[in-house]
């Protein structure tokens, strides 16, 4: 019913760019806060960035800020997240999760998952 399909991700050097999309389907996307979390092997799934339903409010990581945008196209049903300045600590398998009405923050509190999208930056 509910899918969140995330793609973008892929193999760029230290110092590089990227920018993940998650399109949305089977919700009503104004009414969730979008938010992005990665996971690298062996570590727990972090939080990285979240929006508000109406793109008016953002929350970061502190490993994010300065270098990653969070925004979203409602128009779309999708939400993006430009990623600069790349390092290779930034190598992880990335999510986009959903919350019904409150920012999405920790794992524990996404109502929903994408499959995720593999970024590796390369030393």
């Known amino acids: 019913q509910v899918q969140l399909a995330e793609s973008g991700g892929g193999l760029v050097q230290t110092g590089g760019s990227l920018r993940l999309s998650c399109a949305a389907s089977?919700?009503?996307?104004?009414?969730?806060?979008m938010g992005w979390f990665r996971q690298a092997p062996g570590k727990e799934r972090e939080f990285v960035a979240t929006?508000?339903?109406?793109?008016?409010?953002?929350n970061y990581a502190d490993s994010a800020k300065g270098r990653f945008t969070i925004s979203r196209d409602n128009a779309k049903n999708t939400v993006y997240l430009q990623m600069n300045s790349l390092k290779p600590e930034d190598t992880a398998i990335y999510y986009c999760?959903?919350?019904?009405?409150?920012?999405?923050?920790?794992?524990?509190?996404?109502?929903?998952w994408g499959q995720g999208t593999q970024v590796t930056v390369s030393s």
């Open positions: 999760a959903a919350r019904y009405g409150f920012p999405v923050t920790h794992r524990a509190r996404a109502d929903y």
């Open positions: 089977g919700l009503t996307f104004t009414n969730y806060a």
């Open positions: 929006i508000s339903g109406s793109g008016g409010g953002t």
